[in-house]
C-alpha cells in the first residue's frame, strides 16, 4: 500500500537534494556578491541563511536532519544515500561548500570595509 511521503526513500531523497541545491545557489550569491563586490541587504541575507544552516547542522551533529530522518530507513554505507549526489561529492559536501560560503563572506567583508573608508 502507499507509505507516508517521509518514509519514501525517493521522496526524502529529491526534497534533501532539491534542498541543497537552493542552498548551493545561495552559497554561490554570497561568492558572486563578494567577487563583484556587489553587497546588498540580499547579499547578508543570503550569508545569515547559511549561518542558521551551519547552526541546524551543529544541532544536528554535522547531519542533515533529513539525514536523520533517511537513516531510519536505510542501512546503507554509501554517503549518498540520501541525497542525489555522485558519492564524492556528498562525502565532501561540507567541506567544499563550506570553503566556497568562507572565501565568498570574507570577500564581502573585505569589500564592504573597504567601500566605507
Excluded at 521522496?11 to 553587497?39: M, Q
Excluded at 554509501?78 to 567544499?96: G, R, S
Aim: glycine share 4%.
Amino acid at each position: 500500500m502507499f507509505t507516508s511521503p517521509e518514509k519514501n526513500p525517493i521522496f526524502i531523497k529529491s526534497i534533501h537534494t532539491a534542498i541543497w541545491v537552493l542552498f548551493v545557489g545561495v552559497i554561490c550569491f554570497v561568492l558572486w556578491s563578494g567577487i563583484t563586490s556587489n553587497i546588498t541587504v540580499y547579499s547578508w541575507l543570503a550569508a545569515a541563511a547559511i549561518l542558521a544552516e551551519g547552526i541546524v547542522l551543529a544541532i544536528f551533529k554535522g547531519n542533515c536532519p533529513l539525514t536523520v530522518v533517511a537513516r531510519k530507513y536505510s542501512n546503507s554505507t554509501k554517503e549518498n544515500f540520501d541525497i542525489y549526489l555522485p558519492n564524492w561529492l556528498a562525502k565532501y559536501n561540507k567541506l567544499i561548500f563550506t570553503t566556497i560560503y568562507a572565501f565568498g563572506l570574507l570577500l564581502m567583508l573585505f569589500n564592504f570595509f573597504k567601500s566605507d573608508t
